[in-house]
Structures are given as C-alpha cells and as structure tokens.
C-alpha cells in the first residue's frame, strides 16, 4: 500500500481589515499633526490665529460628511494626510514673488487645505457623492429657487438681463412641475436637461448661502450666544454641503473644452455623467402633491414670520422633505401590512 503524504497544514496569514489603521497612515497622520503645530506656532509669531471659529464649525462639517461618505477611518485619515502634504505647496514662492512674504503664504494656507481636502473626497469617491437625481428632487429644488426669486425681489425694477433670467427660470421650472405630473417619458434628452438644471439651481443656492453665511463674520464676533450658536450651525451646514457643491459646479464645468481633447469626447462624457446620475423612474402624483405643498407651507410662512434667514430654510426644506417622505412610506407600508 502507498503511504499518504503528510501535508501540512496551510498557515492563514493574519488578514487586516479594511476598517483598520495602517501604521503607515498613522505616522503621516502624526507628521501632519506636528508639521501644523509648528505652523500654529509661527502664525502666532505675526499675531495671526489661523484657525478661527468659524473655520473649525466649517471644517468639524465637512469631516463629519466625509465619514458618512468613506464610512472608514484609515480612507478617512489617508484622505486627509494626503491633503495635508498638498496643502503645503501653499508656501512655495509664486513665480512673480520677487520678495517672499511668508505671512500671506500662511494665511491662505488653511483654507488650501480644506479645498484639498474636498478635491481629494471628490477624486476618491466620485460615485458616492454624485447624488441620484429624480424628478422630485430636481421639482424640490424648482420651487425652492421659485421663493429664492419672490424673495429676493427679482420682479422689482425689470431689465433685461433679469427679464432673459425668468424666462429661462420660469420656463425650466414649469418643465420640471409638468414631468413631475405626469407620465411624459423620461428619454435622454429630458433627463439630460433635468440634470444640469438641477446642478445650476444647486449652484446658486450654494453661492447664496456662502455668501450669506461668511458675511456674519466670525462667531466669537458676534453679539450674543444665540447669535454665536446660529452663526455657528451655518458654518457646520456649509462644510457638510461643501462636497456636494463642488461636485455639481464640477458637472457645469464639464462641459467646458479641454486642452489637446476633442470637444466631442468632452460633451459625450459630460452628457454621460449627468444621465448615469439621473433616474428613468416617474414619481408618483401623490409625492409631487405633497413636496408642493410642504414646500409652500413653510416658504409662505416663513415669508410672512421670517422665522429663519432665506438661504437656510431653503437647505431646511431640501433636506428635511426626503426625510417627510420615507416617514409617509413608512407609514403606510405599516397600515398596510
């Protein structure tokens, strides 16, 4: 008889997950840490504070958000590392820079970073962020841009130029309320213009809103706690949406040629990430009542009260009716089961 071979058992190498923290990560992470200790220090050295209030309610948004998106620590972490260590061409001296001026390299600084730090969210989970776009949403944003219109008085004193604006704003509204009514299908054509619609009306309210929101001035600037808590809400909203912004600015500007490209590869593969994004679903007739309505209610009312500053009831009512829905959802599954 054969004698069997002895075979001997396969040792497993230890596997690390993917939520865990690479050494590698850790010491760039505490590089990056020191490297802006010392560049704290020497800020304070021309009596700048780098890091203002209103910067950390900014940046504490966005890294909140950049965890919903990653739901991973070491992406996190090598995420921001990286950012860092490109933040950090800031200081290099321009080419027109005859006499380096260290403390205007300094304070923009910060702020590189934080535009770093999107970019690389924006490059490393593209997919994640560019949001699935329906008709309801795009008629939720419509009509938000409706009272954004009434409420800033753009029917007063007519020109134009504001004349050419409405046609074209009134006319795309009216377009998103009728495919939000009714069953029209939903072809290339219709999704492709639904899409950059939506970005530019996303585009407007994000520059309404930073504008707004940077006009407060600091938080520690501001004449009582309320106003402090307020001032600093905003600030958090702007770093949670400012990943979002970016990324739809960047889908306007697709379109734009680029250099030793074919402006016809340029416009397919625009055209081709608006419509990967936009859905061929139509929305039930009972959900477009309902975002009309809720979308009234709160806009008129908070025209009459002025409860809240325009552009965050405008981000209060875009976030919150997704949220209406799925209760409303949830709520009638439940009755019906």
């Known amino acids: 008889m054969k004698k069997r071979k002895k075979t001997r058992p396969k040792i497993s190498k230890p596997q690390t997950s ?3 923290v690479s050494i590698f990560t850790i010491v760039f992470f505490l590089l990056s840490l020191l490297l802006t200790y010392v560049i704290v220090l020497k800020g304070l050295e021309y009596n700048k504070r780098l890091f203002t209030w209103s910067f950390i309610a900014l940046f504490l948004g966005l890294l909140l958000e950049s965890y919903f998106i990653f739901r991973n620590l070491n992406s996190i972490l090598k995420c921001f590392t990286i950012s860092f260590f490109v933040s950090l061409f800031t200081f290099l001296p321009e080419k027109r820079e005859r006499i380096y001026n260290f403390q205007n390299h300094i304070e923009l600084w910060p702020y590189f970073f934080l535009i770093s730090f999107i970019i690389g969210i ?3 989970k593209q997919k994640e962020i560019t949001s699935r776009q329906t008709e309801g949403t795009t008629l939720l944003q419509s009509i938000a841009l409706l009272y954004w219109l009434v409420d800033y008085k753009i029917f007063d004193n007519i020109d134009f130029p504001k004349v050419l604006f409405l046609v074209i704003a009134i006319g795309a509204i009216l377009f998103s309320l009728i495919n939000a009514l009714t069953k029209i299908n ?3 054509s219709n999704r492709l213009f639904l899409s950059i619609w939506s970005s530019f009306v996303l585009m407007c309210f994000a520059v309404d809103n930073i504008i707004r929101v940077f006009s ?3 938080i520690d600037q501001q004449n009582s706690l309320m106003t402090s808590i307020e001032v ?9 949406s400012s990943v979002y912004v970016v990324q739809n600015i960047y889908m306007l500007l697709a379109f734009l040629p680029e250099k030793n490209t074919k402006y016809k590869q340029t416009l397919y593969n625009a055209k081709k990430m ?3 994004r936009y859905s061929n679903l139509q929305v039930s007739t009972r959900h477009t009542l309902l975002c009309i309505c809720y979308c009234a209610i709160l806009f008129v009312l908070n025209s009459i009260y002025n409860f809240i500053p325009r552009h965050t009831m405008i981000w209060v ?5 997704p949220i209406l829905l799925q209760i409303v959802k949830w709520a009638r599954q439940k009755n019906n089961s």
């Open 232 to 240: 600093a809400i905003q600030y958090f909203f702007v770093g949670i």
């Open 317 to 321: 009512v875009i976030v919150t009716f």
């Open 216 to 218: 407060n001035g600091d």
């Open 122 to 124: 924006i490059i490393l």
């Open 18 to 20: 993917k939520s865990e």
């Open 274 to 276: 608006h419509l990967d």
């Open 186 to 188: 939903l072809g290339k």
